[in-house]
């Protein structure tokens, strides 16, 4: 029997070693040459922490609010697509695991269970996160099924107008199951003679059309607050909030979008500076360890969301596994904290960390 895996980074080699290789190529991979992807996990590993001493870390409280929902640590559930690709209870699994650790989970628009079954599997607060469709009104039947079913916000991605490449899902000819939340509403034909599936299904569906001016479109569907995942520069942050977002999600899609040329963590201190505390500001992409989260929190982040991770414990353990992958990271930021002299989220301060630039000038 495998060993038990003492960290999230070797739920990620257990999850490879249970799932086809199409399935985990298509959790893992990002977008062409991967580097990205690497560096959304590098970019922590070259900030250092700044620790503080002799502080009596002997009460750390790990919980935070995001948007009024109190949640027991500033570590979310991003919104990942097709959890039944991982484990035959799906999202419904995640869903629980997440109630069961106190934190919000973001429901995919692409999950492979609907909005209905995930709400009635347990009681907690949940997000719904939204794609727009070329045939609009089924973007609407879904933001309005999630607040029919009492999710509590609408997370509206912003960074895939059109896929992006993702080289291993094209060689393994990637197959892509039925959508649960679409049926009935919407019928594909899913051609992965070219390649992969997934990009055929998304050419035939995504509005690469939507743009700000339609944002007020989006307003009239729901009255629950939307935030905006994807943003990665002030200018698209100051749209967002005189658009009346009710919050921002940094966030690069785990490296499955575009290519980037800039190191991405520093791009929550852009935000938020921008931002100026007028709503909450949230990150996601490469988060691996307390003290990732740490540093996020020490940049400007009132939170993080965890995608792949999540899947990795899904795939490995079911719903145990998801909560395994939480409990982790929860108490692995409890220790960063302590460690740096920090009994509170708020006291997580921007002197906590060191940038890549800062050690260099620290040593002219
Ligand atoms: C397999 C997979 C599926 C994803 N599906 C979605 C999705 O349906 N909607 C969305 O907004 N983002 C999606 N994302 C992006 C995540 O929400 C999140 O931005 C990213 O996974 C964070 O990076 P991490 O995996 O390094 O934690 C997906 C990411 C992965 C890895
Ligand atoms: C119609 C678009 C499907 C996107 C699938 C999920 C996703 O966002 C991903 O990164 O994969």
């Known amino acids: 029997m495998a060993a038990e895996p003492v960290n999230v980074n070797e739920f990620s080699t257990l999850a490879r070693n249970v799932l086809p290789k199409m399935i985990y190529d298509f959790y893992a991979g990002g977008a062409e040459d991967e580097w990205t992807l690497r560096e959304n996990v590098a970019a922590f590993q070259r900030t250092r922490l700044r620790p503080r001493v002799l502080v009596d870390v002997s009460n750390v409280d790990l919980s935070t609010t995001i948007l009024g929902f ?3 640590a500033p570590i979310m559930i991003a919104p990942t697509a097709m959890h039944k690709l991982a484990h035959p209870e799906g999202v419904t699994a995640t869903a629980r695991a997440a109630a069961a650790a106190g934190t919000i989970m973001v429901l995919s628009f692409s999950a492979t269970s609907t909005v209905e079954e995930v709400a009635a599997t347990c009681d907690a607060v949940r997000f719904f996160q939204l794609y727009v469709y070329k045939n609009r009104s089924i973007s609407a039947v879904l933001a309005q099924r999630a607040e029919r079913a009492g999710y509590k916000a609408i997370v509206l991605t912003a960074d895939t107008p059109k896929l992006g490449r993702r080289e291993a899902d094209i060689r393994n000819k990637l197959v892509v199951p039925t959508l649960k939340n679409l049926e009935g509403l919407l019928s594909i034909n899913m051609d992965t003679e070219k390649g992969s599936g997934l990009a055929s299904y998304a050419s035939q569906t995504l509005d690469s059309s939507f743009s700000w001016k339609d944002i007020k479109w989006l307003q009239s569907l729901t009255s629950l607050p939307i935030l905006i995942k994807g943003i990665l520069t002030a200018e698209d942050a100051e749209l967002a909030i005189q658009a009346g977002f009710a919050g921002i999600i940094v966030s690069n899609h785990g490296a499955r979008q575009l290519i980037l040329c800039h190191q991405r963590l520093w791009l929550i201190e852009e935000v938020t ?6 709503v ?3 990150f996601d992409g490469g988060i691996r360890r307390g003290t990732d ?10 939170a993080v969301l965890v995608g792949r991770p999540i899947i990795y414990g899904l795939a490995v353990k079911g719903e145990s596994g998801v909560k395994k992958v939480l409990e982790m990271l929860q108490d692995e930021l409890e220790l960063a904290m302590s460690l740096s002299g920090c009994c509170r989220v708020e006291e997580i301060t921007r002197s906590h960390v060191q940038t890549e630039n800062e050690i260099i000038r620290s040593m002219l």
């Open 273 to 278: 500076k921008a931002v100026r505390g007028r």
């Open 293 to 302: 989260v740490f540093k996020a929190l020490a940049i400007g982040a009132q």
């Open 70 to 72: 109190k949640i027991s």
């Open 280 to 282: 909450p500001v949230l």
